[in-house]
C-alpha cells in the first residue's frame, strides 16, 4: 500500500512563506496538491508528473506556488509564497496512476493532510 505523508505546514502570516513536503512510499506516481477550506469544497491546487517533466497550477495559485520533486526520494514539494489569508485549507498530497491534473477521483491514494492557516 502507497503512504503519502505530508509536512511543514504551520501558521504564517500573509505575505510569507511556506514550503510542503509530501514523502510517499513505494513507486513514483503522478502527484497532486489539493486543498479543503471548511466553508468550501476541495480544490485542486497543483500537480506534477512522476518524471517531474510538467507542472500544473490552479489559476489561483499561479504565480505564487510552485510544484516540483525529488525523484530519487520519492518526495514531493510545493513551495507557496506571498501567502494570503484565502490559502488557508487543509492541504493533502495525492497519488495518481494516470493524471497529475485536477479530477480527485483519478487519485488513487491520499494523505492525512496538514493545516496551512495565514493570518491578515
Known amino acids: 500500500q502507497v503512504h503519502l505523508v505530508e509536512s511543514g505546514g504551520g501558521l504564517v502570516q500573509a505575505g510569507d512563506s511556506l514550503r510542503l513536503s509530501c514523502v510517499a512510499s513505494g513507486r513514483a506516481y503522478h502527484v497532486g496538491w489539493f486543498r479543503q477550506a471548511p466553508d468550501k469544497e476541495r480544490e485542486f491546487v497543483a500537480g506534477?508528473?512522476?518524471?517531474?517533466?510538467?507542472?500544473f497550477y490552479a489559476d489561483s495559485v499561479k504565480g505564487r506556488f510552485t510544484i516540483s520533486r525529488d525523484t530519487a526520494k520519492n518526495t514531493i514539494f510545493l513551495q507557496m509564497d506571498s501567502l494570503k489569508p484565502e490559502d488557508t485549507a487543509l492541504y493533502s498530497c495525492a497519488a495518481s496512476k494516470v493524471t497529475c491534473k485536477n479530477n480527485p477521483q483519478l487519485y488513487d491514494y491520499w494523505g492525512q493532510g496538514i493545516q496551512v492557516t495565514v493570518s491578515s
Open positions: 506534477i508528473t512522476s518524471t517531474g517533466s510538467q507542472p
